[in-house]
Nanobody
Framework: VQLQASGGGLVQPGGSLTLSCATS????????MGWIRQAPGNEREGVSF????????YYADSVKGRFTISADRAKNTVYLHMNNLKPEDTAVYYC?????????????????WGQGTLVTVSS
């Protein structure tokens, strides 16, 4: 199982970014997928998750209405579309995969993690 996150960078407040998580060694049909972030000095925060069973999604309150998670099963890639970015969104963003038969919206169910991509929101 491998996950490769990309798409991070420097963006001004109010801007947009799309993160990608390319996966290999498994199919999205059998794994829930998620994005977790960690800012310096802060605890990890589960940002968004998507269920492989029914496509249900979860968003942290801090990103609701601004972020959208999606999965392209043909490309085995998961995306996090981020709009109206704020300085407090600055963090390393990790994509993660968890078994299908677990709670998709629980961070502790995610066994496989990518290397992370840095998002910096600053003027």
């Amino acid at each position: 199982v491998q996950l490769q996150a990309s798409g991070g960078g420097l963006v001004q407040p109010g801007g947009s970014l799309t993160l990608s998580c390319a996966t290999s060694g498994f199919t999205l049909d059998f794994y829930n997928m998620g994005w977790i972030r960690q800012a310096p000095g802060n605890e990890r925060e589960g940002v968004s998750f998507i269920s492989s069973v029914d496509g249900n999604t979860y968003y942290a309150d801090s990103v609701k209405g601004r972020f959208t998670i999606s999965a392209d099963r043909a490309k085995n890639t998961v995306y996090l579309h981020m709009n109206n970015l704020k300085p407090e969104d600055t963090a390393v963003y990790y994509c993660a995969a968890g078994p299908r038969n677990t709670d998709y919206d629980m961070e502790y169910e995610y066994d496989y993690w990518g290397q992370g991509t840095l998002v910096t929101v600053s003027s």
